[in-house]
C-alpha cells in the first residue's frame, strides 16, 4: 500500500513521511533526497497559510512543525489570531499572537524558514530589525487594548539591509530545518556549465562533480600529516567525503572555494556512501581546463541556430546529436561565441 501511495500520491506521501521523520535527522536527509531528485517542489511555510502538519498540493507545504523552535502552543496561537486576517507585517504578528511569547529566537527562526517572505520586506532586513521589537509589549498596543482604542498606533521602523545571498540563504534554511528549500547556488552555476558533462552524486559512482563544500573537518594522522573529512551537496544529494593526505597537500590551498569541481569515487563505508576525492579545482580553471582540453562538440536541434560563419576546416569537429553527422569544425578561440549562439541545454563539449 505504501509503495503504491508513493508511486501514485508522492506529494502526499513526502509530506507525511517528512513529519513521520522529523527529528531523525538521518531519516530526513534520505527523503529530502528521495524529493529533490524526484524534482518534488517544497514550499516554505507560510505565517498567513501553513498549519502544524505538511500539507500537499502544488507540490508539498511546510508545516510549522518543521520548523526548530517553534512549538505547538505557539503554532495554534498564530493559527488562532490568523481568524482576525492575515498578518500584515512582523510588527502584526507580534502584537496580535497571545497567550506565547514571540521572542527574537522564535522570530528569527520564522524568518530563515522563510515563513515571513509574504512580509515586503526581505529576510535580512527583517533579522537586523529584531532589536526593535524586543522591548515591545504586545498586550499594549493589541487590536482591543487600551491604547488601541485611544488611537495609540505602534511605530513600525526598520533597519533596511539587502537582502542576504544564496548561501547565507541556505545555511539559514538548513540550520531551521536541517535542510535547505531554496534553489542552491550549484544549481544555478550547473545550469551555466551544462555544456560540460557534470556526473551527479546519486547517478554515478565515479567521475567529476560539481560540489559545494558543506562542511570541512582537517584532522591530524598518527604520521603527522593532514587530511580532511568533507560534508559535500552537489544541489540534489548530500554526502560525506574524505580527502587522504597525499591528495590533500596538494589541494588543500583550494579549499577555502566553496564551490568546487572534484574527481573520485563513491565507496560504502558503515553502510553510508562515502566520496573518495582524488583531486579538487576551482570551478573557473577547471573549465577554461576542460575547453581546451575538448576534442568533440555535440549539438542538438542544430536546425534552430545558424552557426554557419562559426564553422570552417580547422579545430574540432562539430556533431548533429539528431542526423549523425558532422556539420563542420570550429577554432577552440570560438567555442565561447558558440557558447552565446546555442542554448545551453543544447550543448555539450566532450573530452
Known amino acids: 500500500m505504501l509503495s503504491y501511495i508513493k508511486t501514485k500520491f508522492p506529494e502526499i506521501f513526502y509530506s507525511v513521511i517528512l513529519s513521520h521523520h522529523y527529528g531523525n535527522d538521518v531519516k530526513v536527509e534520505q527523503v529530502i533526497n528521495e524529493v529533490k531528485q524526484r524534482q518534488i517542489r517544497m514550499h516554505p511555510p507560510d505565517i498567513n497559510r501553513?498549519?502544524?502538519?505538511?500539507?500537499?498540493?502544488?507540490?508539498?507545504?511546510?508545516?510549522?512543525?518543521?520548523?526548530?523552535?517553534?512549538?505547538?502552543?505557539?503554532?495554534?496561537?498564530?493559527?488562532?489570531?490568523?481568524?482576525?486576517?492575515?498578518?500584515?507585517?512582523?510588527?502584526?504578528?507580534?502584537?496580535?499572537?497571545?497567550?506565547?511569547?514571540?521572542?527574537?529566537?522564535v522570530l528569527t527562526q520564522l524568518i530563515f524558514s522563510g515563513a515571513l517572505d509574504c512580509f515586503e520586506e526581505n529576510r535580512k532586513t527583517l533579522l537586523q530589525?529584531?532589536?526593535?521589537?524586543?522591548?515591545?509589549?504586545?498586550?499594549?498596543?493589541?487590536?482591543?487594548s487600551f491604547l488601541s482604542t485611544l488611537g495609540f498606533n505602534i511605530k513600525k521602523e526598520y533597519n533596511y539591509a539587502?537582502?542576504?545571498?544564496?548561501?547565507?540563504?541556505?545555511?539559514?534554511?538548513?540550520?531551521?530545518?536541517?535542510?535547505?528549500?531554496?534553489?542552491?547556488?550549484?544549481?544555478?552555476?550547473?545550469?551555466?556549465?551544462?555544456?560540460?558533462?557534470?556526473?551527479?552524486?546519486?547517478?554515478?559512482?565515479?567521475?567529476?562533480?560539481?560540489?559545494?563544500?558543506?562542511?570541512?573537518?582537517?584532522?591530524?594522522?598518527?604520521?603527522?600529516?593532514?587530511?580532511?573529512?568533507?560534508?559535500?551537496?552537489d544541489g540534489y544529494q548530500e554526502m560525506e567525503?574524505?580527502?587522504?593526505?597525499?591528495?590533500?597537500?596538494?589541494?588543500?590551498?583550494?579549499?577555502?572555494?566553496?564551490?568546487?569541481?572534484?574527481?573520485?569515487?563513491?565507496?560504502?563505508?558503515?553502510?553510508?556512501p562515502q566520496l573518495i576525492i582524488d583531486s579538487v579545482e576551482d570551478v573557473e580553471t577547471f573549465r577554461d581546463d576542460y575547453i581546451h582540453k575538448s576534442k568533440s562538440v555535440v549539438i542538438r536541434n542544430s536546425a534552430n541556430y545558424d552557426i554557419s560563419g562559426l564553422l570552417g576546416a580547422e579545430g574540432i569537429p562539430v556533431h548533429d546529436f539528431d542526423r549523425k553527422e558532422e556539420l563542420?569544425?570550429?577554432?577552440?578561440?570560438?567555442?565561447?561565441?558558440?557558447l552565446e549562439h546555442i542554448d545551453l541545454s543544447d550543448i555539450r563539449l566532450l573530452a
Not at 489570531?81 to 527574537?104: C, M, N, Q, S, W
Not at 537582502?163 to 539559514?172: A, L, N, R, T, V
Request: net charge positive.
Open 241 to 272: 567525503g574524505v580527502i587522504f593526505p597525499k591528495v590533500y597537500f596538494n589541494v588543500h590551498p583550494k579549499l577555502s572555494h566553496r564551490i568546487v569541481a572534484v574527481t573520485g569515487r563513491i565507496e560504502v563505508r558503515k553502510s553510508q
Open 129 to 144: 530589525s529584531l532589536p526593535m521589537l524586543d522591548e515591545l509589549n504586545s498586550e499594549e498596543y493589541a487590536h482591543d
Open 328 to 338: 563542420g569544425n570550429v577554432e577552440k578561440s570560438n567555442f565561447h561565441k558558440l
Open 162 to 233: 539587502d537582502e542576504m545571498d544564496d548561501i547565507e540563504k541556505i545555511e539559514g534554511e538548513k540550520e531551521v530545518f536541517g535542510f535547505h528549500l531554496s534553489d542552491h547556488p550549484i544549481i544555478s552555476l550547473q545550469k551555466s556549465l551544462q555544456y560540460i558533462p557534470f556526473s551527479l552524486l546519486h547517478q554515478k559512482r565515479q567521475g567529476t562533480y560539481l560540489v559545494f563544500f558543506e562542511k570541512i573537518k582537517t584532522i591530524r594522522t598518527k604520521k603527522g600529516q593532514n587530511m580532511a573529512f568533507v560534508r559535500i551537496s
Open 50 to 105: 501553513s498549519v502544524w502538519s505538511n500539507r500537499s498540493g502544488d507540490g508539498i507545504q511546510l508545516g510549522f512543525s518543521m520548523i526548530r523552535g517553534l512549538t505547538y502552543r505557539m503554532s495554534e496561537a498564530i493559527i488562532e489570531a490568523r481568524k482576525e486576517g492575515p498578518f500584515e507585517d512582523i510588527y502584526d504578528l507580534k502584537t496580535r499572537v497571545k497567550d506565547v511569547v514571540l521572542g527574537r529566537k
